[in-house]
């Protein structure tokens, strides 16, 4: 009883009713954690076949779900930022612009059309706009997307600009 409130009692106990969901999370996270691994692969070696240089490199063990790619300009890391948001479930209409952060030194660009606000399981990419210009992308539940998003951001690389062609 002194872990709900009165009158729930032992009926709610100290879970709340929130098993299922707990076990949810539970079945689900290696199958998470395998998408965004192997995205975090595919991002790494693409990067790495174009010229970019990428940490950590292709190929070697990992440690985190965070890839990260070194564009070398400011045009380049928006143009990236953008396609990303462009090929995001949620907000894809929007266009990430670089703005001032708290517990950040220079503006920073942040795609993260995701569906929980602020996760780190989905796909985002993000990077503050100072020298050498390095994005940062994390996460995401299928690699199906980070793929169709990825093939996206390289071809705005590829325009050398921050505006994306029109999607199909």
């Known amino acids: 009883y002194r872990l709900t ?3 729930i009692g032992g009926e709610g106990g100290a879970t709340f ?5 707990l076990y949810q999370g539970l079945f ?5 954690v395998g998408e ?12 790495d076949k174009l010229g970019y240089p990428v940490n950590p490199a292709p190929f070697v063990p990992r440690r ?7 564009l070398g300009s400011p045009d380049k890391l928006i143009a990236f930022c953008k396609a990303i948001q462009a090929y995001s479930p949620i907000g894809s209409y929007l266009d990430p612009v670089p703005a001032q952060m708290p517990g950040y030194e220079s503006q920073v660009v942040m795609a993260g059309g995701t569906f929980i606000d602020g996760s780190t399981s989905e796909f ?3 990077g503050p706009l100072r020298e050498p210009y390095i994005v940062f992308c994390q996460g995401g539940t299928h690699w199906t997307h980070i793929s169709l998003a990825l ?18």
Request: glycine share 8%; no cysteine.
């Open 124 to 126: 985002s990419a993000d």
């Open 36 to 47: 965004a691994m192997k995205g975090s692969h595919l991002i790494a070696y693409v990067g």
């Open 64 to 70: 985190d779900i965070i890839q990260a790619i070194k």
């Open 5 to 7: 409130a009165p009158g």
């Open 28 to 32: 689900l996270a290696p199958q998470m």
């Open 151 to 168: 093939e996206q951001a390289i071809a705005a690389l590829m325009n050398g600009s921050s505006h994306l062609p029109s999607l199909p």
């Open 17 to 21: 009713d929130q098993n299922r969901l």
